[in-house]
């Protein structure tokens, strides 16, 4: 069984930073893609950023020049700083990754998410 844990969500002013975690157990051969998702209220989820196993990343414009992401291959664990926050990226944050198991097979999994609110 596979599991990703996210961390580091909270109440932060506008301008602030925050940084979010998400970490992979389980049964985990290889780890493709990882990369963070949002749901703010009334809203479909988004992509936010999203980082290759060899490092390349693609980000929504929104957060272009604001948020990076990263990643350590060897903790299996990826992160999302997000710097100048406004209170548009008020919303709940996934963590995704395609993870191959012991069997063979690649699956899709998600974190449970973490709340991240801009407000003053």
């Known amino acids: 069984q596979v599991q990703l844990v996210e961390s580091g969500g909270g109440l932060v002013q506008p301008g602030g930073s925050l940084r979010l975690s998400c970490a992979a157990s389980?049964?985990?051969?290889?780890?493709?893609?990882m990369g963070w998702y949002r749901q703010a209220p009334g809203k479909e989820r988004e992509l936010v950023a999203l980082?290759?196993?060899?490092?390349?990343?693609d980000y929504a414009d929104s957060v272009k020049g604001r948020f990076t992401i990263s990643r350590d291959n060897a903790k299996n664990t990826v992160y999302l700083q997000s710097n100048n926050l406004k209170p548009e990226d008020t919303a709940v944050y996934y963590c995704?990754?395609?993870?191959?198991?012991?069997?063979?097979?690649?699956?899709?999994?998600w974190g449970q998410g973490t709340q991240v609110t801009v407000s003053s």
């Open positions: 980082i290759t196993e060899g490092g390349n990343t």
């Open positions: 389980g049964s985990i051969f290889r780890i493709n893609a």
């Open positions: 995704n990754a395609e993870i191959r198991s012991a069997n063979g097979y690649f699956s899709n999994y």
